[in-house]
């Protein structure tokens, strides 16, 4: 069965600093990736999805993430962090026909003035 | 814009209750998911549907049904809540390969 991990539980970092969220995905076919963030109080939002294509997505938010299928990762990425950018971040994997999406157990972003 | 509705934002109920959770999507999907969020856990899947009268066991399905009738309402159903049951249940449908989900049901068995 298709399983996801996000190593890190909860991160901290300075507000204009880089962010890299990591992913690891198990899957036996090729996997459709997604990741969704959620704001405090707030329901799940899809940053950006990898299907096939090219490796680096572009999502919303000034995100982006790299499809690595040597390493079975998918880490989030962006250059510069914002205080508005605090939330938790799930990494989501599912198949062509999308009828089961596992999601990661998250990361905690906590961004420093 | 899709609208995922579930019936109750915070719901009590007491130990051994039958507990309806309802959901309900306005834009056709086939696909709908229950889950269940919990600290450090994140999301897992608890049953999943893609049709009318389908439905295939997630993860955790132990102690929980479901009940697709009729194509826009998927209900979970607790048959006897426990205390570890105590979770926020998340109610999405699919469109195009994005969840769309509900704003989630806190449910408290005491």
């Known amino acids: 069965a298709q399983s996801v991990t996000q190593p890190d539980i909860h991160i901290t970092v300075s507000e204009g600093a880089s962010l890299e969220l990591r992913c690891n995905y198990s899957?036996?076919?090729?996997?459709?990736l997604f990741w969704y963030v959620q704001s405090p109080g707030q329901g799940l939002q899809l940053l950006l999805k990898?299907?096939?294509?090219?490796?680096l997505v572009q999502g919303i938010k000034g995100f982006e993430a790299e499809f690595k299928r040597s390493q079975s990762s998918f880490n989030l990425r962006k250059p510069s962090v914002h205080w508005s950018d605090a939330a938790e971040y799930f990494c989501?994997?599912?198949?062509?026909?999308?009828?089961?999406?596992?999601f990661g157990a998250g990361t905690r972003l906590t961004v420093k003035p | 814009d899709v609208k995922v509705t579930q019936s109750s934002r915070y719901l009590v109920k007491r130990t051994g209750e039958k507990v309806f959770l309802e959901c309900v999507q306005d834009?056709?999907?086939?696909?709908m998911f229950w889950y269940r969020q919990d600290p450090g856990l994140g999301l897992r899947l608890i049953y999943f549907?893609?049709?009318?009268?389908?439905?295939e066991k997630g993860d955790i399905p132990e102690g929980y049904s479901v009940s697709r009738e009729k194509k826009e309402r998927f209900s979970l159903i607790l048959e006897s809540a426990s205390t570890n049951q105590t979770s926020m249940y998340l109610c999405?449908?699919?469109?195009?390969?994005?969840?769309?989900f509900g704003s989630g049901t806190q449910l408290s068995v005491l």
């Open positions: 989501a994997v599912g198949g062509r026909n999308n009828n089961d999406m596992r």
């Open positions: 899957y036996g076919a090729t996997p459709y």
């Open positions: 990898y299907f096939s294509g090219d490796t």
């Open positions: 834009m056709d999907h086939e696909n």
């Open positions: 549907s893609y049709d009318v009268k389908m439905k």
């Open positions: 999405a449908s699919l469109q195009e390969y994005k969840l769309f």
